[in-house]
């Protein structure tokens, strides 16, 4: 099993930071520091319980004042990288809420070191006039990393971060943004325009599907843009994506051979395969996919789609055989009892069958 998130926020990383801070402001009291990071319910602390706590420790030993702690935060912040240096702009993110004329060029200003776009979702709710302004400034900035920002930072539901309630209702001012960055130069700023686009389909796919038939045809970039921000949609089959992208309704192919192994012991794999003909001249553009119910803890089942190919299929028949593992992973728990398993073609389910998970 890989070494948890959370634990980049360890004893070497706060020895680190020790230095870093003392070497821009001498007065800081590296040992109690020390003593109030490493509190006694720290080990039970994941990954955001840690940032938030390491940032409420540097209120208490950085100056009272936010914006000398600001200046010092800010010559620190250059010698961390990636995850561990979210704790910069989650400073900001406690601290400094009530100042925005500070604060968000300090967001702009941390966020090539890691990111802010989890900081600068509670300025988005406060101040949503004056920081939808600002995304747009941010969209079209020279570095790449704030142009990300801009569309990272208003994605409706982002992974760990506050939703952002108004933009789920009604995502009509982070349209514009994307807008702005569909065809950025930067294939890091396009994933996060898909991302953002994903997000509102799913509380929006009228729009999405708009977007996208605005938007297809463009670029070959901007096709995957389209085709990754819609992969909510046609996971779920939703029929307008699947016809925009050629997926027809697959009433030509049949399903033959449908094979399952019965049972499957946790932690190993359950194998299945299957064989795809039609009698038309080809079987043509095809998506597959395999769908699982997954027991719950509760008992009852949840489905999750996984696919196995997309292609252009000039022959008659195609097999195909596949597996699925039950190693534990930290994204989910297995549980005992009978699942189902789904072979989807174009959207469309076209047989299921169950074994038991032992």
Known sequence: MPEALKHVYSKQFISRLNR?????????????????????????????DRMRHISLCLGKFLPATYSTSLSILKRTAP????????????????????????????????????????????????????MMRQMKIWAQSENHHVRRLASEGCRPRLPWAMSLPEFKKDPTQVIPILELLKQDESEYVR???????????????????RIAK??????????????????????????PALRLFGYKNPTHILLHH?????????????????????????????????????????GQQTRKVFKISEAQLSEQSKSIEKYHSFKPISTRKYYPGKHGMAIIVNGVQIAHKTFTLK
């Open 20 to 48: 870093a801070l003392k070497k821009h402001y001498p007065d800081f009291n590296n040992r109690k520091f020390t003593q109030s990071v490493f509190s006694s319910d720290w080990e039970n602390k994941e990954l955001k």
């Open 79 to 130: 010698a961390f990288t990636d995850l561990e240096a979210l704790v910069f702009p989650d400073f900001v993110e406690v601290f400094g809420v009530h100042d925005f004329e500070r604060s968000i060029p300090a967001l702009e200003y941390f966020t090539p070191f890691s990111t802010s776009e989890l900081a600068v979702r509670p300025f988005i709710i406060q101040y949503k006039t004056k």
């Open 214 to 239: 605005q938007w297809i045809n463009i670029h070959p970039d901007t096709d995957r843009l389209v085709k990754h921000g819609c992969r909510t949609l046609l996971k779920q089959g939703h029929s």
């Open 191 to 209: 994933r996060s325009v898909a991302n953002n686009l994903n997000d509102i389909s799913k509380d929006h796919p009228a729009t999405v599907i």
């Open 258 to 298: 449908f094979k399952l192994d019965k049972t499957v012991a946790m932690g190993k794999t359950v194998n299945f395969s299957f064989q795809l003909t039609t009698t038309a001249k080809a079987l043509g553009k095809l998506r597959l996919e395999y769908a699982l119910d997954f027991v719950k803890a509760n």
